[in-house]
């Protein structure tokens, strides 16, 4: 996405040319321009479809002038009809998955939610933005939102959706996955000998929970560190299953090697490093 030192636009990696301060929205105005142009389309079939009701309501009570001139109307306004529709096929040929793939489409994505006051932030391969997980496959044409494919990827369009799901808000066992949370703690802490009510990192906690082949791919750490910040704005801390607490560790982990990082509602980094189960149900303790 650049210029020339004379602030001639280029082409950038699709093969679309970006220019000046619209280089971001390329995506976004391309699919304006042709709904506009689909639109004006659509007016011309209404005239051409018009004019064939006024055929035929003059073909049933014999009004043979009237005939004539509505076939005549008719023929005119489907011609114009399939040349505009020849020329808006053959004139849309924007290269999606090349667009896609070279990360000007995350960019546009980004500026636009940005424009609409929706706080979407990128972490590898994963886009965050409350409570949805984003992933893109160019190669699909698509963008995954919380493993459902989604196809609608106008810019605008994603972002409403993104923005109605945060008003929405999350569907979210918190109890069940608290339960899963205690039982890959209680496997950690068997297995490395610690105290029963012992610090455990939530990493090593995430490695249990996904230790069977495949399992990594299907449940990322940062699907694992948002389902945590969901449980912890949840308030759920035990369950009827065990009469154990849960208890929050930051420790001086919080900033280091260890640490999973998501997005709060409100767009801030959320940090979770570590957690303990204990039966004396202490204060909750965070830096």
Do not use: H
């Not at 994603?158 to 069940?176: I, N, S, T, Y």
């Not at 930051?250 to 409100?266: D, H, I, N, Q, Y």
Request: net charge neutral; hydrophobic share 40%.
């Amino acid at each position: 996405m650049t210029q020339t030192d004379g602030g001639d636009p280029i082409p950038d990696e699709s093969g679309v040319t970006l220019d000046g301060a619209n280089g971001l929205r390329v995506f976004e105005e391309t699919l304006a321009a042709t709904e506009r142009e689909v639109d004006g389309a659509l007016r011309a079939a209404n005239v051409a479809v018009r004019e064939l009701k006024r055929a035929l309501a003059s073909a049933r009570s014999g009004q043979v002038r009237d005939l004539r001139k509505a076939l005549s109307s008719a023929r005119a306004a489907a011609a114009g009809l399939a040349n505009g529709t020849t020329a808006l096929d053959e004139g849309f040929d924007f290269d999606d998955q090349a667009y896609l793939a070279s990360g000007a489409y995350v960019k546009e994505l980004l500026a636009e939610a940005a424009a609409q006051g929706v706080v979407i932030v990128e972490d590898g391969d994963r886009l965050l933005c409350y409570p949805s997980l984003l992933r893109l496959l160019p190669g699909d044409a698509v963008v995954e939102i919380d493993k459902v494919r989604e196809r609608r990827l106008r810019p605008s369009v994603l972002v409403a959706a993104l923005a109605r799901a945060q008003e929405r808000g999350p569907r979210f066992k918190a109890e069940a996955f608290l339960d899963s949370l205690r039982m890959a703690y209680e496997l950690v802490v068997a297995s490395e000998g610690k105290r029963a009510d012992g610090v455990v990192r939530l990493v090593d906690i995430w490695a249990v929970l996904t230790m069977l082949p495949g399992q990594r791919g299907q449940y990322s750490k940062q699907e694992f560190a948002r389902d945590l910040y969901l449980l912890d704005q949840s308030g759920v801390t035990r369950t009827t299953r065990s009469p154990r607490t849960l208890l929050w560790s930051g420790s001086t982990g919080t900033k280091g090697a260890g640490t999973l990082v998501t997005v709060a509602r409100s767009g801030q980094q959320q940090r979770y490093w570590g957690v303990s189960f204990t039966s004396d149900a202490p204060a909750e303790a965070r830096p």
